[in-house]
């Protein structure tokens, strides 16, 4: 299922691990990013059958942490911190105003698919504060007012 480039870096993967196990999580991100933006069964057993692992195993991997997706995000994925320091300059603020704008909770997407938004523990970016990632790039004390910007012009 893999395209042949991405089958060249599961096997450059492979070959860095004396346990194929041991390269499961990358093997995961390539996995989600195959399948446009989430891990569906299917994808989880064929990682399984790569890694030698059982199907059980992977499932629990994608469960605890939470880059990993169950369902298949909005083309545009809102990633919205609320871990304490962004909390503190207002990201639970700039969370529910994300979701009364696109009127859809957190773990939810937009019914015609364009956006989805998911409540974020640290992402890594405290010092700028309240931080938010839009599919792989991270926007830097986001404003309300900015957030709105953002989506109106991602809208387009
Ligand atoms: S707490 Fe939000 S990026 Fe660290």
């Known amino acids: 299922m893999f395209s042949k480039d991405i089958q ?7 070959s860095r691990y004396p346990i194929r196990q041991n390269a499961l999580i990358p093997i995961l991100h390539l ?11 299917v994808w ?6 790569i890694c030698e692992v059982p199907l059980t195993h992977v499932e629990g991997v994608v469960t605890f942490y939470t880059m990993f997706r169950l369902k298949p ?3 545009y994925h809102l990633q919205v911190c609320t871990c304490v320091p962004c909390c503190l300059v207002g990201g639970t603020e700039l969370l529910e105003h ?37 599919n792989e790039d991270y926007h830097e004390k986001v404003t309300p007012e900015e957030m709105d910007k953002m989506i109106d012009e991602l809208r387009q």
């Not at 060249?8 to 492979?14: C, E, F, G, N, S």
């Not at 996995?31 to 069964?41: D, I, K, P, T, V």
């Not at 994300?98 to 970016?125: N, P, Q, R, W, Y």
């Open 8 to 14: 060249t870096q599961v096997d450059k993967l492979l």
């Open 31 to 41: 996995a989600q990013n195959e399948n446009e933006g989430w891990l569906s069964e």
């Open 44 to 49: 989880m057993q064929y990682v399984a059958d």
């Open 73 to 75: 995000p909005g083309k």
């Open 98 to 134: 994300t979701e009364k704008k696109l009127d859809i909770h957190a773990g939810h997407t937009t019914d015609d698919g364009v956006f989805s938004i998911e409540e974020m523990e640290c992402i890594g970016a405290c010092s700028f504060a309240p931080a938010v990632i839009v």
